[in-house]
C-alpha cells in the first residue's frame, strides 16, 4: 500500500448560515456545526483511505469564535496522522462575513476515524506524507493527540462500566 500526502484528502465544504441555522443569540448552532465537521473529515479520511470510514473520536472541537447568520462558514479538512487502521484528521473552520470580507478562523478540530473492509471490519490504511510546514507540524504532534487519545478511551470505558445503562437515581 503506497503512502499518500496529505493534501491528497485535502476536502473542502462552505455552507451560507441562514437564520434557521442559529440559535436565539443569532450564532450557528454548535450541534449543526458539529454535524458538518464530522462529514468534511469523513469525507477527508475516505478520499485518503478509498475505504467507508466511521468516527472513531471526536478529540477536540474548540470553539474561537461565533458564527454569525448571514455569514458563511468554510470548513476544511485532511488526514493529518495515519496508525495501521485509522486516521487522524484536522478540521479548520473560517468564518467570512460576505458583506465586509472580513474572515477569521471559529473552529479547530482533530477527529479520529477507521478504515472499515466490505465486512465492516477495520482495514489498513496508506501512510501519510507530510509536505507544508503546518502538515509537518500536526503530523509530528499526532502521536502526543493519539496518546492522550487512548488514556482518555480508557476513562471513558471505566465510567461507562461503573455506570451501566441505568441512571444513577436508579441505584
Not at 485535502?10 to 440559535?23: I, K
Not at 483511505?49 to 455569514?71: E, G, L, N, Q, Y
Not at 479547530?108 to 477507521?114: E, G, K, N
Request: aromatic share 8%; glycine share 4%.
Amino acid at each position: 500500500m503506497k503512502d499518500k500526502f496529505c493534501k491528497e484528502s485535502r476536502t473542502v465544504f462552505s455552507n451560507h448560515v441562514l437564520p434557521l441555522d442559529t440559535n436565539n443569540l443569532g450564532t450557528l448552532f454548535g450541534g449543526k456545526l458539529v454535524a458538518y465537521i464530522d462529514d468534511v473529515a469523513a469525507r477527508a479520511a475516505m478520499k485518503h483511505s478509498r475505504c467507508t470510514c466511521v468516527t472513531a473520536s471526536m478529540d477536540s472541537i474548540d470553539f474561537i469564535a461565533p458564527v454569525k447568520a448571514k455569514d458563511e462558514v468554510v470548513l476544511e479538512a485532511f488526514v493529518t496522522w495515519t496508525h495501521r487502521t485509522s486516521m487522524e484528521v484536522f478540521v479548520k473552520v473560517i468564518n467570512e462575513n460576505l458583506l465586509t470580507g472580513e474572515r477569521e478562523v471559529c473552529v479547530t478540530a482533530f477527529l479520529t476515524f477507521v478504515a472499515l473492509d466490505d465486512q465492516d471490519r477495520p482495514t489498513p490504511v496508506p501512510g501519510i506524507i507530510p509536505e507544508s510546514p503546518v502538515e509537518i507540524e500536526l503530523n509530528q504532534s499526532a502521536s502526543t493527540r493519539a496518546e492522550a487519545r487512548k488514556l482518555r478511551r480508557a476513562e471513558s470505558k471505566r465510567i461507562a462500566a461503573s455506570f451501566g445503562v441505568g441512571f444513577p437515581w436508579d441505584r
